[in-house]
């Protein structure tokens, strides 16, 4: 099968492992800022930038992990209500629209050094730009004020919200957004000794809510797994049971 070729301003789907296809726009390399550039010429092989519809995130692809974005389709699934993520729907809104969120997205408007001074802020000591697409945390950090942002970040910085991070990621990789019969039962195994580590962590309401180790947990309550030795769904929803008493009888941090 032949590779289709796109241009600068195209509209497209985008995939970054962990995560579903998200709506992007091909740009030009000459007009994105030197920092992004720099980071693009670390990579090897041929890629396309794209900058991410809501999240306005810059990433690298290779025509693999690019397909076309087509309206009618994208149309008539939003009709079909077939986009699970609140802020995924909004994305392709804003693809099907682009003038809702055009001056946003100018690539000119955002300089390299912008760009850094993000990052920096999302995670202390780390010079590297964005390439994860987590539109809700980027919107409930810009809700929060200062001081509770201050208590969010020192929460990020600790062990214990490391460890429970590295758990969820781990756990996202074999069970995030997977349709029926996706996940093969060779991983079950991993899945569920993933399971048993998430029940040793030393979890609390503010680690369930920042790491969002609550709503991978549940993709994987809720998928549809093969006759197994392991009873993961069974294990899932004891382990959301004993959270739910947990979070009912807390204060989070913004409250």
């Known amino acids: 099968m032949s590779i289709q070729n796109y241009a600068a301003g195209d509209i ?50 290779g025509p693999e992990c690019i397909r076309p974005f087509d309206k009618e389709t994208v149309k008539n699934e939003l ?13 392709i809104r804003q693809a099907l629209d682009p003038s809702l ?15 850094k001074k993000e990052d920096e802020r999302r995670e ?9 697409i987590d539109l809700e945390e980027t919107k409930r950090c810009k809700s929060l004020e200062n001081e509770s942002m201050m208590t969010v970040d ?12 590295r758990t969820r990621h781990k756990l996202q990789k074999l069970v995030y957004e997977k349709e029926a019969g ?10 569920s000794a993933i399971m048993n580590e998430i029940e040793r962590l030393p979890i609390t309401p503010d680690l369930i809510k920042y790491t969002k180790i609550g709503r991978v947990l549940g993709y994987a309550s809720n998928y549809c797994f093969d006759e197994n030795e392991f009873n993961i769904n069974q294990h899932c929803s004891h382990i959301l049971k004993n959270w739910k008493s947990v979070i009912e009888n807390s204060h989070p941090l913004n409250e």
């Open 124 to 132: 202390v000591g780390k010079k590297r730009l964005s390439m994860e």
């Open 182 to 191: 996706e996940i093969p039962k060779e991983d079950y195994a991993k899945i």
């Open 79 to 91: 009709k079909a209500k077939k986009y699970k993520s609140k802020d995924l729907e909004l994305a």
């Open 12 to 61: 497209v789907f985008a995939k970054l492992k962990g995560y579903p296809w998200w709506p992007a726009r091909v740009e030009n390399d000459k007009d994105i800022p030197t920092e992004v550039l720099r980071q693009k010429n670390k990579s090897k092989g041929s890629l396309y930038t794209v900058l991410f519809y809501g999240t306005k995130d810059y990433g690298f692809f």
């Open 101 to 115: 969120n055009e001056e946003n997205l100018k690539p000119t408007k955002r300089k390299g050094t912008t760009i």
């Open 154 to 165: 020192v929460l990020r910085g600790t062990p214990e919200f490391k460890k429970v991070y």
